[in-house]
């Protein structure tokens, strides 16, 4: 009844109440209200504070402890430092015990002990496992923090198995494209890593949709920029390289000059085998075939004599010169010579186009329409120097034959 009156007689009074004993509740000893910052205390403060955890008397033991844990962060170099060496095996407990509960809550405190190699601080979701595929550097470390705190939820998945990170790659895929299509924003280098971390689980089946968004990443200043890292950029090329390896031969065209940009001899070597035997666009199968000539050697020109057999031509949307005609075979041939490192202008392709990175240009290598005299003369030189350079006589496969037009 009481304090009904006091209510109708002076309404501000409760509210003042009120808020007096949410802040001592709240402030704890110190009084500090909610929202009210901890006065940050200096490094003599600080360590006269981690030395009242071993206090003879307990309420100041746990007082000191208390203050100790609203510091924060701005706290863990000392307490790090009492857990390690302070001579008072109590301070030393109650230190290592408030350093562990500091680290675990608060990202910050967690990413300066990881970054300063403390075990405590390398239960970071995802590092087991980038740790795994990368070697573990400062730099390395720097940029897996930007990475966790840009995509933690994909670097939450890199601690499942590979379900749940092909599920997290097909989301990650999509932000990425609606974060540069959508939005015109520039990927960085954690948008590149997180997708090339999760590809290079080799249970991970690689998507078009997937492969696309990759081959433009690697195109991107951010992919460029670790790829010459000199720490970073050998164990990223060898990511690059198993993404290669692995890659859908249906764009193996674009994913082999990024290999040869790149100088991915082994992995652009796998994928132009595959392409050239397992694709089903001739562009792919003529770039699988300059692969082979651009990462290959002398002795893996037995990988292009099958196609000695393939004159189907390029269509006229694939040329470049209107008059040329360039039929599979012409470009094992070209392949050929280049692996023998004989110029190809020389052996007969007049129009043949040459390059320092990409080898040479598939749609230079054929002959004026109707023109099998050029062709089988350049047919007979290339079966010459292949039986000079092994000593063996060289069967080519007989040409497919041509479709009977007047059959039904």
């Known amino acids: 009844m009481v304090a009904l009156l006091l209510l109708h007689r002076w309404p501000n009074l409760m509210l003042c109440v009120g808020i007096c004993s949410a802040s001592l509740l709240w402030g704890g000893t110190r009084g500090i209200a909610v929202g009210q910052e901890t006065p940050a205390l200096t490094e003599g403060e600080q360590r006269q504070l981690i030395d009242a955890f071993g206090s003879p008397v307990f309420a100041e033991r746990e007082e000191a402890t208390q203050r100790a844990r609203q510091q924060g962060i701005k706290i863990i170099g000392p307490l790090k430092e009492a857990a390690k060496s302070h001579p008072d095996p109590e301070v030393r407990a ?10 675990d809550g608060d990202f910050e405190a967690r990413a300066a002990a990881f970054m300063a190699g403390d075990p405590i601080g390398e239960n970071f979701p995802g590092w087991e496992y980038v740790q795994s595929v990368m070697d573990d550097c400062p730099e390395l470390r720097e940029l897996f923090l930007e990475t966790s705190r840009r995509h933690p939820r994909a670097m939450e998945a890199l601690d499942g198995d590979s379900r749940a990170r092909r ?14 299509y959508d939005n015109s ?10 997708l090339i971390w999760t590809l290079a689980d080799p249970r991970i089946p690689i998507s078009v949709d ?29 990511l690059v390289g198993s993404w290669v390896r692995r890659s859908p031969v249906e764009y193996a065209e674009m994913t082999l000059m990024l ?34 000539a651009k990462f290959g050697a002398a002795d893996d020109v037995s ?14 949307a694939e040329m470049k010169e209107a008059t040329l005609e360039v039929r599979t075979s012409d ?26 990175i990409a080898a040479f240009d598939p749609t230079t290598v054929g002959f004026k329409k109707g023109d099998e005299t050029e062709r089988e003369k350049v047919r007979k030189k290339i079966k010459a120097l292949i039986e000079e350079r092994t000593g063996k006589p060289v069967f080519f496969p007989d040409p497919e034959p041509e479709p009977n037009e007047d059959s039904d």
Request: aromatic letters at 8%; glycine letters at 4%.
């Open 167 to 180: 599920l997290e790659l097909d989301l990650l895929a999509h932000r990425l494209r609606t974060q540069m």
């Open 94 to 103: 109650r230190a290592n015990a408030l350093y562990t509960r500091v680290v």
């Open 210 to 238: 997937v492969h696309k968004l990759c081959l433009s990443l690697m195109n991107k200043a951010a992919a460029n920029e670790l790829r010459t890292d000199a720490q970073l950029g050998p164990p990223f090329r060898r």
């Open 331 to 356: 470009v094992a041939m070209a392949g050929i010579a280049y692996l023998y490192k004989v110029p190809l202008k020389e052996i007969g392709f007049a129009d043949a186009n040459e390059h320092p």
């Open 259 to 292: 290999a040869m940009q790149w100088n991915l001899e082994s992995e652009g070597m796998v994928l132009a085998q595959r392409a050239a035997f397992q694709s089903r666009e001739r562009v792919n199968i003529h770039a699988g075939i300059v692969g082979i």
């Open 303 to 316: 990988w292009l004599i099958p196609f000695f057999a393939d004159n189907d031509p390029l269509t006229q």
């Open 185 to 194: 924003q520039v990927p960085t280098k954690e948008d590149v890593l997180p």
